[in-house]
Nanobody, 115 residues
Framework: QVQLVESGGGLVQPGGSLGLSCAASGSFSRIYNMAWYRQAPGKQRELVASITRGSSTNYADSVKGRFTISRANVKNTVYLQMNSLNPEDTAVYYC?????????WGQGTQVTVSS
């Protein structure tokens, strides 16, 4: 069984930066793809960025050039560096990981972009 725990959310002003992290713990053999999703009030959950075990990345068009996803396999951790944040980035951000072939989700962390 695996647990994913996100950290790093909070309140930031427009134009600011914020970093998220998600650490996996528990009993498992290998983590494959990892990703960040977000869900704004009244909207569907959407993919923000994903990264393979070999660190190939994919980004939603809305965050390209502003967000950077990375991972540390030895720490079973995925990161999301968010720059040039705007109010449209306000959402609950969720970590997702393919662990031993099964998808797992974190509990989510709130990111609010507001002046």
């Amino acid at each position: 069984q695996v647990q994913l725990v996100e950290s790093g959310g909070g309140l930031v002003q427009p134009g600011g930066s914020l970093g998220l992290s998600c650490a996996a713990s528990g009993s498992f053999s290998r983590i494959y793809n990892m990703a960040w999703y977000r869900q704004a009030p009244g909207k569907q959950r959407e993919l923000v960025a994903s990264i393979t075990r070999g660190s190939s990345t994919n980004y939603a068009d809305s965050v390209k050039g502003r967000f950077t996803i990375s991972r540390a396999n030895v720490k079973n951790t995925v990161y999301l560096q968010m720059n040039s944040l705007n109010p449209e980035d306000t959402a609950v951000y969720y970590c997702n990981a393919d662990v031993d072939g099964l998808g797992s989700w974190g509990q989510g962390t709130q990111v609010t972009v507001s002046s």
